[in-house]
């Protein structure tokens, strides 16, 4: 009987089984083909593609849960999981698209089996960031993603600014690292568990607030803010996010910020709201205001991260301040403690790796024919690269947010959100910052369409490949913009199966 019922729990964990085998098979192609590095990238993603049918069949059969499963106390799985879980395997495949189309790994063909195999242990360490439901656990999976974006970021290791980007990037990582871990240690001292069930019954018969518990779930929070590169925790984002490899840069941007949320998510939901939720409302265990909290360091966020962006010359970096700001929005939504607040995250969500995941790789295409990231080598290339020019003027408006693109939807929900739970200052906060985000990401657009270039200016032709990859992000972001039901449905369908087991 134990058996059966440990083989019908590993049936909860096909996705992290799937991409376990995908690092066994990637390292043995690479370690005994003599041409297996050429199929490294098809590899893996075949073996995404698997995950990710494997995720969307989870999600069909999904039932209420929000428990820890048979054999494995440490995991929950759920919709909210599974839909980050889709999130991450999709930017993973437009990663290694993008790995295949820029030209600053050309000399690095030859550390493409390491460079997989560290890809696909960072997707396994974000799945379980995502599921996890016990505070080692969480710990664990953020070191284990850790260890990896260290490596991914400074994998051009002949280039200064890479190393500098891993070297600042394993600094702050190992003191946030240890600040949460101090945390967790204090929060154990005073609960005798690292179990987020047994941390909210603790929670439930206590009451009244503790020094203790507000010190540790700040120390905790540190490490979390540290993943979604929230204020005061956002310091190696810009340094990083110009040294490493651009695809890297695209791909924590996006994929490893919506573990970070789905993990603070999830430790809010588990460990600090109470047993009766009406009408979508959270009702908050009176330990720790996060309300106020969360508030504060959005407003934080999102102001540094649009006021800092307004001086950058380097596209990159731009973006960097930029997904900052992102950041803080989100932290707005969250702010709410609403059923419509997590549901304005996750369609936030699912719609900024489109727009975020689509600038960047403009930008590696420009950066592949002009060898440059700086605003001034922008000048005049909207009209030798008419296309690209377009699409980025699209995911740069999308993620300013406004319409008709895919990106007013998602600022339009956090505003929903955070008007219907009356929290007007917030939202007038959230506009003036998407004001203030307008200058800079126009000015990406002017330097291409209004700066003309000293040289004469030469069509260059678009490339298939490219430009059906470009396509393929830029798409959505229209068509969502106008038909967002659809996303909005999938969105609601999981956060029903989320709140239904209350």
Known sequence: MNIE?????LAFIKPEIVISLGVVVILSLDLFLKNGKKLLPYTSILFLLVTLYYLVEQMMVMEPAFKPIDYFPMVAVDSLGTFFKILVVVASVFLVLFTMITKEFDEKFDRFGEYYTLIF???????FMISATDLILIYLSIEMVSLSSYVLAGFLKPSKRSSEASLKYLIYGAVSSGTMLFGISLLFGLVGSTNLFEINKFFSMMGAPSVIVFFSVLLIFAGIGYKISSVPFHFWTPDVYEGAP???????SVASKAAGFALLIRFLKLGFIGDIVSD????TLPVFNWQ???VIISILTM????FAALWQDNVKRMLAYSSIAHAGYL???????TEAGVLAVMIYFAIYLLMNLGAFLVVIIINNQVNSEHIDDYDGLGYSMPYLGVMLGLFLVSLTGLPPTAGFIGKLYVFLALLDKNMLVLALIVLLNSVISLYYYIRVLKHMFLNKKKEAVEQVPNKIFESSVVFILGAPVLIFGIFFTPLVDFAKTSIHF???AF
Not at 280 to 283: M, N, V
Not at 303 to 306: D, I, P, S
Not at 331 to 337: D, R, S, Y
Request: no cysteine; aromatic share 20%; charged share 0%.
């Open 292 to 294: 106020d909290f969360l």
């Open 121 to 127: 242990g960072m997707i396994l360490g974000m799945f």
């Open 498 to 500: 989320l709140f239904s």
């Open 303 to 306: 102001t540094l991260g649009n």
């Open 5 to 9: 019922y440990f083989f019908n729990s």
């Open 331 to 337: 932290l707005a939504a969250l702010a709410v403690q």
């Open 246 to 252: 651009t695809p890297i840069t695209a791909y924590l």
């Open 280 to 283: 979508g409302i959270w009702s």
